[in-house]
């Protein structure tokens, strides 16, 4: 651990990142409130003034934050630029959801996590459109910030009637779904898009999210972070725990569940 980490314990340094979150929302939120373009990535996913808005302001903020820490940030990355990296590097999607954004519907993300020996220390997720902020870390619990404030969230046990599965709005194979889910008592499905699908699970309104397609690791971490924080857990298919700094930063299918799910 650095002497910068020893002198700002997690819990602050998670409130600095909340900050930086809110702020990176607000330049996002400048360019949804007008007119935008949108244009096509090397790999033909969107981008729009945002992603880059977005990203240009946690950059700089955790440039000046934590120096040392290297930033592994979307953006960047599509350009070619991901910097060298060990057990503690910063995992950034400044804009999560970026199909959300184009249609509008206010469910995109801010993803911001710090990820330490493999594992997502510390995460936040904020979607300003819909004004909730999710943040979580090892040992300091997770939370919501909405219009009703800011409260502690756990993960629920599974309802006797059934759980509640939600699955991505843009992405997914509907039959591999329906094949996984086969066997379990299925209350209710719903659909979420970015990673409000992991805070969903944190915030006990849902059970279950299982991801049978691509992600990448600035995809997920900040999300896991905070369903770790709540008492969930994410996993492989064959029971281990999704990891972080793999080669080429792809993630394997996984599940997100909360408590018995």
């Known amino acids: 651990m650095t002497q910068q980490r020893e002198r700002m314990n997690q819990a602050e340094l998670l409130q600095c990142v909340v900050a930086v979150a809110r702020e990176a ?8 409130r007008t007119d935008f373009s949108v244009r096509g990535k090397a790999d033909a996913s969107p981008v729009t003034e945002a992603d880059e808005r977005a990203e240009a302001v946690i950059l700089r ?6 120096p040392e820490i290297p930033v592994i940030s979307e953006e960047q990355a ?3 630029s991901i910097p060298a990296f060990d057990a503690l590097f910063w995992l950034v999607d400044p ?7 184009i249609k509008r519907n206010g469910e995109f993300t801010i993803n911001i996590a710090l990820v330490d020996s493999r594992r997502p220390k510390l995460g936040v997720v904020f979607a300003p459109a819909l004004g909730r902020l999710f943040a979580g870390a090892g040992g ?11 409260r502690d969230i756990v993960c629920r ?18 039959g591999a779904l329906d094949s996984f889910l086969a066997g379990r008592k299925i209350a209710a499905q719903t659909n979420a898009g970015s990673s409000l699908k992991f ?17 990448m690791e600035w995809d997920t971490a900040a999300g896991h972070a905070v369903l770790l924080a709540a008492g969930g857990n994410v996993t492989t298919l064959d ?4 990891c972080y700094g793999k080669p080429g930063l792809d993630n394997p299918h996984f599940v997100a569940s909360g408590l018995a799910a």
């Open 157 to 174: 046990s599974a309802p006797p009637e059934g759980i509640t599965v939600v699955a991505s709005r843009s992405h997914g194979d509907a």
């Open 95 to 101: 804009l999560d959801g970026t199909k959300e954004f």
């Open 239 to 242: 029971g281990k725990e999704l």
């Open 25 to 32: 929302g607000e330049a996002a939120m400048t360019v949804y």
């Open 61 to 66: 903020r955790l440039a000046e934050l934590t």
């Open 78 to 80: 599509a350009l070619g």
């Open 140 to 150: 300091h619990g997770a939370q919501l910030e909405d219009a009703q404030g800011r």
């Open 199 to 215: 805070c969903l699970v944190a915030a006990g309104e849902a059970d279950l999210y299982p991801r049978l397609g691509r992600t």
